[in-house]
Protein backbone atom coordinates (compact mmCIF):
# COMPACT_ATOMS: atom_id res chain seq x y z
CA UNK A 1 0.00 0.00 0.00
CA UNK A 2 1.37 3.61 -0.88
CA UNK A 3 1.55 6.09 1.65
CA UNK A 4 -1.46 8.37 1.82
CA UNK A 5 -0.30 12.30 1.79
CA UNK A 6 -2.31 15.09 3.99
CA UNK A 7 -1.70 18.37 3.56
CA UNK A 8 -2.71 19.89 7.05
CA UNK A 9 -2.74 23.64 8.19
CA UNK A 10 -2.41 23.44 11.73
CA UNK A 11 -4.04 26.21 14.05
CA UNK A 12 -3.22 27.31 17.48
CA UNK A 13 -6.31 26.55 20.46
CA UNK A 14 -6.09 26.54 24.15
CA UNK A 15 -6.90 22.88 24.87
CA UNK A 16 -4.00 21.57 27.10
CA UNK A 17 -1.68 24.33 25.05
CA UNK A 18 -2.06 22.03 21.90
CA UNK A 19 -2.48 22.72 18.34
CA UNK A 20 -5.30 21.76 15.78
CA UNK A 21 -4.72 18.99 13.66
CA UNK A 22 -6.15 19.22 9.63
CA UNK A 23 -8.52 21.92 10.33
CA UNK A 24 -8.04 24.94 8.10
CA UNK A 25 -9.29 28.52 9.40
CA UNK A 26 -13.04 27.93 8.29
CA UNK A 27 -13.50 24.53 10.42
CA UNK A 28 -14.15 26.23 13.94
CA UNK A 29 -16.84 28.40 12.85
CA UNK A 30 -18.44 26.26 10.47
CA UNK A 31 -18.50 23.07 12.28
CA UNK A 32 -21.17 22.12 14.72
CA UNK A 33 -20.46 19.46 16.93
CA UNK A 34 -23.56 16.13 16.17
CA UNK A 35 -24.94 15.98 19.94
CA UNK A 36 -26.68 12.65 21.56
CA UNK A 37 -29.98 12.93 23.30
CA UNK A 38 -28.16 13.91 26.41
CA UNK A 39 -26.81 17.07 24.83
CA UNK A 40 -23.28 15.95 24.65
CA UNK A 41 -21.10 15.43 21.63
CA UNK A 42 -21.81 12.13 19.78
CA UNK A 43 -18.02 10.48 19.16
CA UNK A 44 -19.78 7.69 18.34
CA UNK A 45 -18.21 5.28 15.48
CA UNK A 46 -15.02 3.96 13.90
CA UNK A 47 -11.58 5.76 14.75
CA UNK A 48 -7.97 5.14 13.22
CA UNK A 49 -4.87 6.20 14.38
CA UNK A 50 -2.77 5.56 11.12
CA UNK A 51 -0.38 8.95 11.79
CA UNK A 52 2.71 9.07 11.03
CA UNK A 53 3.98 11.48 12.80
CA UNK A 54 7.13 10.14 15.07
CA UNK A 55 5.76 9.91 19.17
CA UNK A 56 9.26 11.82 20.18
CA UNK A 57 10.73 14.70 18.02
CA UNK A 58 13.93 14.24 16.18
CA UNK A 59 16.60 16.52 17.54
CA UNK A 60 17.19 18.72 14.36
CA UNK A 61 13.88 20.22 14.90
CA UNK A 62 14.66 21.30 18.49
CA UNK A 63 11.21 23.09 19.99
CA UNK A 64 9.56 23.37 16.61
CA UNK A 65 6.29 21.55 16.03
CA UNK A 66 5.77 21.50 12.79
CA UNK A 67 8.40 21.12 9.32
CA UNK A 68 9.11 24.06 7.04
CA UNK A 69 7.22 23.29 3.85
CA UNK A 70 11.17 22.72 2.60
CA UNK A 71 11.43 20.60 4.85
CA UNK A 72 7.92 18.48 4.28
CA UNK A 73 8.71 18.72 0.85
CA UNK A 74 11.76 16.70 1.29
CA UNK A 75 10.59 13.90 3.75
CA UNK A 76 8.24 13.26 1.64
CA UNK A 77 10.27 12.69 -1.64
CA UNK A 78 12.51 10.67 0.92
CA UNK A 79 9.37 8.58 1.53
CA UNK A 80 8.54 8.04 -2.14
CA UNK A 81 11.96 6.51 -3.20
CA UNK A 82 11.89 4.54 0.17
CA UNK A 83 8.39 2.67 -0.29
CA UNK A 84 8.74 1.88 -3.63
CA UNK A 85 9.91 -1.93 -2.89
CA UNK A 86 6.40 -2.40 -0.40
CA UNK A 87 8.65 -3.76 2.73
CA UNK A 88 6.21 -2.81 6.04
CA UNK A 89 7.17 -0.33 8.06
CA UNK A 90 5.89 -0.16 11.95
CA UNK A 91 6.34 2.27 14.66
CA UNK A 92 8.62 5.17 13.62
CA UNK A 93 11.21 4.22 11.82
CA UNK A 94 10.26 4.87 8.53
CA UNK A 95 9.35 8.41 9.08
CA UNK A 96 12.84 8.93 11.30
CA UNK A 97 14.45 7.57 7.98
CA UNK A 98 13.39 9.61 6.03
CA UNK A 99 13.35 12.35 8.61
CA UNK A 100 17.33 11.57 8.57
CA UNK A 101 17.76 11.78 4.59
CA UNK A 102 17.70 8.28 3.97
CA UNK A 103 16.84 7.20 0.51
CA UNK A 104 16.60 3.73 0.99
CA UNK A 105 14.78 1.04 3.65
CA UNK A 106 14.64 -2.16 5.24
CA UNK A 107 12.20 -3.13 8.15
CA UNK A 108 13.38 -4.09 11.32
CA UNK A 109 11.03 -6.62 11.34
CA UNK A 110 12.54 -10.09 10.89
CA UNK A 111 11.14 -12.53 13.18
CA UNK A 112 8.28 -13.20 11.36
CA UNK A 113 9.26 -13.05 7.28
CA UNK A 114 9.38 -9.44 6.68
CA UNK A 115 5.87 -9.00 6.42
CA UNK A 116 4.60 -6.63 2.96
CA UNK A 117 3.26 -3.79 3.50
CA UNK A 118 0.14 -4.89 2.06
CA UNK A 119 -0.54 -6.04 6.08
CA UNK A 120 -0.63 -2.71 7.10
CA UNK A 121 -2.82 0.22 6.80
CA UNK A 122 -1.67 3.22 4.54
CA UNK A 123 -0.35 6.01 6.73
CA UNK A 124 -1.40 9.49 6.95
CA UNK A 125 1.33 12.15 7.05
CA UNK A 126 1.30 15.32 8.05
CA UNK A 127 4.07 17.93 8.82
CA UNK A 128 4.48 17.77 12.74
CA UNK A 129 7.51 16.91 14.41
CA UNK A 130 6.08 14.81 16.90
CA UNK A 131 2.78 13.79 18.94
CA UNK A 132 4.55 14.74 21.76
CA UNK A 133 3.27 18.46 22.63
CA UNK A 134 4.55 18.87 26.14
CA UNK A 135 7.40 19.06 27.45
CA UNK A 136 7.69 21.62 24.49
CA UNK A 137 11.08 19.83 23.29
CA UNK A 138 8.78 17.19 22.05
CA UNK A 139 10.51 14.40 24.12
CA UNK A 140 10.25 11.51 26.85
CA UNK A 141 10.96 13.39 29.71
CA UNK A 142 14.09 12.26 31.86
CA UNK A 143 14.10 9.22 33.99
CA UNK A 144 13.08 9.80 37.48
CA UNK A 145 15.76 9.44 40.44
CA UNK A 146 16.09 5.75 40.72
CA UNK A 147 14.22 4.59 37.55
CA UNK A 148 17.59 3.89 35.33
CA UNK A 149 18.43 1.43 38.64
CA UNK A 150 15.61 -0.25 38.75
CA UNK A 151 15.25 -1.05 34.98
CA UNK A 152 18.83 -2.96 35.39
CA UNK A 153 17.58 -4.40 38.41
CA UNK A 154 14.88 -6.22 36.37
CA UNK A 155 17.14 -6.82 33.05
CA UNK A 156 19.54 -8.37 35.18
CA UNK A 157 16.67 -10.74 36.70
CA UNK A 158 15.78 -11.98 33.50
CA UNK A 159 19.50 -12.78 32.29
CA UNK A 160 20.06 -16.23 31.45
CA UNK A 161 16.29 -16.67 30.50
CA UNK A 162 15.45 -17.48 27.15
CA UNK A 163 12.28 -15.53 25.40
CA UNK A 164 10.15 -18.57 25.73
CA UNK A 165 11.38 -20.65 28.41
CA UNK A 166 7.86 -20.38 29.78
CA UNK A 167 4.76 -18.90 28.03
CA UNK A 168 5.11 -16.15 31.17
CA UNK A 169 8.33 -15.25 29.71
CA UNK A 170 6.18 -14.16 26.39
CA UNK A 171 4.65 -10.37 26.30
CA UNK A 172 1.41 -10.07 27.46
CA UNK A 173 0.47 -8.72 23.46
CA UNK A 174 2.45 -12.08 21.48
CA UNK A 175 0.15 -13.95 24.34
CA UNK A 176 -2.89 -11.95 23.06
CA UNK A 177 -4.45 -11.24 26.37
CA UNK A 178 -3.24 -7.28 26.33
CA UNK A 179 -2.28 -4.72 23.92
CA UNK A 180 -2.01 -2.18 26.27
CA UNK A 181 -2.91 1.08 27.52
CA UNK A 182 -2.67 3.75 26.04
CA UNK A 183 -2.43 1.74 22.76
CA UNK A 184 -0.94 4.23 20.33
CA UNK A 185 0.35 1.39 17.64
CA UNK A 186 -0.67 3.00 14.22
CA UNK A 187 -0.82 0.64 11.18
CA UNK A 188 -1.66 -2.19 12.12
CA UNK A 189 -4.81 -3.24 14.48
CA UNK A 190 -4.84 0.31 14.95
CA UNK A 191 -8.66 1.00 15.16
CA UNK A 192 -11.04 2.37 17.89
CA UNK A 193 -15.01 2.00 17.91
CA UNK A 194 -16.74 4.45 20.60
CA UNK A 195 -20.30 3.87 21.96
CA UNK A 196 -22.24 6.04 24.13
CA UNK A 197 -24.81 5.46 26.79
CA UNK A 198 -26.42 6.98 29.08
CA UNK A 199 -23.95 7.83 31.60
CA UNK A 200 -21.33 5.94 29.72
CA UNK A 201 -18.73 5.28 26.75
CA UNK A 202 -17.35 2.65 25.76
CA UNK A 203 -14.00 2.46 23.69
CA UNK A 204 -13.29 -1.09 21.92
CA UNK A 205 -9.68 -1.69 20.42
CA UNK A 206 -9.72 -3.41 17.86
CA UNK A 207 -6.31 -4.95 18.77
CA UNK A 208 -7.04 -7.95 20.78
CA UNK A 209 -10.53 -6.70 21.02
CA UNK A 210 -10.46 -5.68 24.07
CA UNK A 211 -13.14 -2.72 25.79
CA UNK A 212 -12.49 -0.11 28.10
CA UNK A 213 -15.46 1.13 30.04
CA UNK A 214 -15.72 4.89 31.19
CA UNK A 215 -18.43 5.90 33.95
CA UNK A 216 -19.19 8.89 33.76
CA UNK A 217 -19.05 9.62 37.31
CA UNK A 218 -17.63 11.89 40.11
CA UNK A 219 -17.10 8.85 42.63
CA UNK A 220 -13.45 7.84 43.50
CA UNK A 221 -11.54 4.90 42.28
CA UNK A 222 -11.78 1.47 43.68
CA UNK A 223 -8.96 0.46 46.41
CA UNK A 224 -5.63 0.25 45.18
CA UNK A 225 -5.50 -3.12 46.27
CA UNK A 226 -7.45 -3.99 42.55
CA UNK A 227 -5.19 -3.48 40.07
CA UNK A 228 -6.47 -4.17 36.23
CA UNK A 229 -4.66 -4.34 32.64
CA UNK A 230 -6.55 -1.07 31.60
CA UNK A 231 -6.80 0.64 35.00
CA UNK A 232 -9.86 1.82 36.88
CA UNK A 233 -11.46 4.63 34.88
CA UNK A 234 -13.43 7.52 36.06
CA UNK A 235 -15.25 10.18 33.03
CA UNK A 236 -16.66 13.70 32.60
CA UNK A 237 -17.68 15.97 30.73
CA UNK A 238 -15.09 19.57 30.72
CA UNK A 239 -17.11 21.04 27.73
CA UNK A 240 -17.41 19.06 24.79
CA UNK A 241 -14.37 17.29 25.75
CA UNK A 242 -14.72 13.98 27.34
CA UNK A 243 -11.95 13.82 30.33
CA UNK A 244 -10.82 10.30 31.38
CA UNK A 245 -9.18 9.78 34.28
CA UNK A 246 -7.66 6.14 35.26
CA UNK A 247 -5.29 4.63 37.83
CA UNK A 248 -4.78 1.60 39.35
CA UNK A 249 -2.80 -0.35 36.61
CA UNK A 250 -1.96 -4.05 36.99
CA UNK A 251 2.16 -4.83 37.76
CA UNK A 252 2.16 -6.76 34.49
CA UNK A 253 0.74 -3.84 32.90
CA UNK A 254 4.04 -2.07 31.11
CA UNK A 255 3.81 1.54 29.20
CA UNK A 256 7.37 2.00 28.55
CA UNK A 257 8.27 1.03 31.78
CA UNK A 258 5.48 2.19 33.67
CA UNK A 259 4.87 0.74 37.39
CA UNK A 260 1.41 0.41 39.46
CA UNK A 261 1.88 4.29 40.07
CA UNK A 262 1.11 4.92 36.66
CA UNK A 263 -1.97 7.78 36.34
CA UNK A 264 -3.53 8.37 32.89
CA UNK A 265 -5.55 11.69 31.88
CA UNK A 266 -7.07 11.19 28.03
CA UNK A 267 -9.30 14.07 26.45
CA UNK A 268 -11.34 13.14 23.62
CA UNK A 269 -12.24 16.33 21.60
CA UNK A 270 -14.55 16.23 17.99
CA UNK A 271 -13.12 18.85 16.51
CA UNK A 272 -14.53 18.08 12.45
CA UNK A 273 -16.82 15.57 11.00
CA UNK A 274 -13.59 13.00 10.33
CA UNK A 275 -11.41 14.20 13.44
CA UNK A 276 -11.47 13.11 17.08
CA UNK A 277 -8.56 14.44 18.94
CA UNK A 278 -7.22 12.15 21.35
CA UNK A 279 -4.68 13.67 24.14
CA UNK A 280 -2.83 11.61 26.59
CA UNK A 281 -1.24 12.74 29.24
CA UNK A 282 0.89 10.04 30.82
CA UNK A 283 2.37 10.97 34.78
CA UNK A 284 4.33 7.69 37.02
CA UNK A 285 6.56 9.89 39.32
CA UNK A 286 8.78 6.39 39.75
CA UNK A 287 9.39 6.58 36.28
CA UNK A 288 9.77 9.99 34.45
CA UNK A 289 10.83 13.17 36.07
CA UNK A 290 7.57 15.14 34.98
CA UNK A 291 4.34 14.06 33.35
CA UNK A 292 4.40 14.26 29.22
CA UNK A 293 1.27 15.14 27.01
CA UNK A 294 0.85 13.55 23.69
CA UNK A 295 -2.05 14.25 20.89
CA UNK A 296 -3.24 11.84 18.05
CA UNK A 297 -5.75 12.82 15.33
CA UNK A 298 -7.90 9.34 14.84
CA UNK A 299 -9.89 9.59 11.61
CA UNK A 300 -13.01 8.21 11.15
CA UNK A 301 -13.05 5.74 9.17
CA UNK A 302 -17.01 5.09 8.38
CA UNK A 303 -16.38 1.30 8.45
CA UNK A 304 -17.56 -1.85 10.68
CA UNK A 305 -14.83 -3.02 12.94
CA UNK A 306 -14.54 -6.96 13.21
CA UNK A 307 -12.71 -9.35 16.18
CA UNK A 308 -9.58 -9.48 15.79
CA UNK A 309 -8.50 -13.02 16.26
CA UNK A 310 -5.20 -13.00 17.87
CA UNK A 311 -4.53 -16.89 18.19
CA UNK A 312 -7.37 -18.69 16.59
CA UNK A 313 -7.82 -21.77 18.74
CA UNK A 314 -4.37 -20.45 20.67
CA UNK A 315 -1.94 -22.72 18.84
CA UNK A 316 0.22 -20.18 18.71
CA UNK A 317 1.55 -20.03 22.12
CA UNK A 318 2.29 -23.86 22.15
CA UNK A 319 3.96 -23.31 18.70
CA UNK A 320 6.33 -20.93 19.97
CA UNK A 321 7.33 -22.95 23.34
CA UNK A 322 7.90 -25.99 21.18
CA UNK A 323 10.05 -24.17 18.35
CA UNK A 324 12.27 -22.60 21.10
CA UNK A 325 12.46 -26.09 22.55
CA UNK A 326 13.50 -27.60 19.26
CA UNK A 327 15.87 -24.92 18.97
CA UNK A 328 17.54 -25.32 21.90
CA UNK A 329 17.71 -29.07 20.80
CA UNK A 330 19.65 -27.83 17.89
CA UNK A 331 21.93 -25.52 19.47
CA UNK A 332 23.41 -27.82 22.33
Not at 250 to 273: C, M, Q
Request: hydrophobic share 35%; charged share 20%.
Amino acid sequence: MRIRIVTSVVVGVALSGAVLFGQDSKTPASYAVPRMPDGHPDMQGVWANNNMTPLERPAQFGLRATMTDAEFAQVKKNLASMTDGGDAFFADELILAAVDGKTKFSSADTQTGNYSQAWLSERVLDNRTSLIIDPPDGRIPPAAPGAVERARAQAAARRGRGPADAAQDLGLSTRCVHSGTPNLRAGYQSYFAITQGPGVVALRTEMIHDTRVFPISSGAHVSKAITMYHGDSRARWDGDTLVVDTTNFSPNTNFRGSTTGLHLIEKFKRVSADTIEYYVTVDDPAVWSRPWTLMVPLKNTGEEMYEFACHEGNYGLPAILKGARAQERTSN
